[in-house]
């Protein structure tokens, strides 16, 4: 019995000491980064300062934090009108094709994400494999510009974020209760009525849960703007990006990343505030 307890106690010793060193240490350097000044020589000097915060609200950082915030709302939207019908089909397969189905949804996790969007230029490009297989049809003239635009980004978005999208709302769908939509039907609701008035508010949770796992990633993929969008459609990660590794100003970079960090707080406070206003709805009914 004590053999057993000081193996847990180690473990535990062990996953607190990671976290620490790994997680709580490196944000708390950030966090006081984020209050020290710019030093040419040295990255850091170690006087107190508020500037950093201050020139978030420059009109020119806060055109790309609002731009960065369009930009992940829209994939978000995206992702959800092309994923909920797709984890609606899966989830009403037969249980012994949904394992396979779910495996093809995971499938592009196995490769990095920055392969996966290097891929995606050769299909988007002016002599790339959709352009030639358009023109081959005789549907377009000439090759279409894509890449490099703001379509180029989110279609890179969605591309890379559709299976977190897909996942939760699959989880929420299959979790239906059947029940209620032959009720709904049985009272004489049509299917749209079923679905809005039934499918939709009980699968909420999941839908909220999907857009989370989506708009928040999305707002720091600096690499796709890049790649894709040829740095001409910044997010607010580029703009991390380029403060740490091209402008040198580790202070204002680690500003900038602390109010994304909080701005995505504030998102998974408000999710755990509407998962508990469902589950009150819920009880009440």
């Known amino acids: 019995m004590s053999s057993k307890l000081n193996l847990q106690n180690a473990i535990i010793t062990l996953v607190v000491g990671w976290l620490v060193l790994f997680v709580l240490l490196p944000n708390v350097m950030i966090i006081g980064t984020s209050f020290l000044t710019r030093d040419e020589a040295n990255l850091i000097d170690l006087t107190f300062t508020l500037d950093n915060y201050t020139r978030l609200a420059d009109p020119l950082y806060a055109k790309v934090l609002g731009h960065s915030f369009y930009m992940a709302a829209v994939a978000t939207l995206l992702c959800l009108v092309i994923g909920y019908p797709f984890a609606y089909i899966i989830a009403k397969m037969p249980a012994n094709w949904r394992p396979f189905m779910l495996f093809l949804v995971i499938v592009p996790f196995w490769t990095n994400s920055l392969i996966r969007t290097y891929g995606l230029k050769i299909v988007l490009g002016t002599q790339g494999i959709l352009n030639k297989s358009l023109m081959a049809l005789d549907i377009i003239d000439k090759p279409l510009r894509i890449m490099y635009t703001e379509s180029a980004v989110m279609i890179g978005l969605v591309y890379i974020l559709l299976p977190f999208m897909i996942l939760p709302l699959y989880s929420a769908i299959e979790k239906l209760d059947n029940t209620y ?105």
């Open 181 to 285: 939509i032959e009720a709904a039907r049985d009272l004489g609701a049509n299917k749209l009525q079923t679905l809005t008035k039934v499918v939709l508010p009980l699968t909420m949770p999941g839908i909220i849960g999907g857009c989370l796992l989506v708009m928040l990633p999305a707002l720091g993929m600096f690499y796709i703007s890049d790649l894709l969008g040829g740095a001409k459609n910044l997010l607010i990660g580029n703009v991390i990006k380029n403060q740490v590794l091209n402008a040198r100003d580790w202070p204002f970079g680690a500003a900038t990343s602390i109010a994304l960090t909080i701005a995505m707080a504030i998102m998974l406070y408000a999710y755990y505030r509407a998962g508990k206003l469902l589950n009150k709805k819920v009880e009440l009914n």
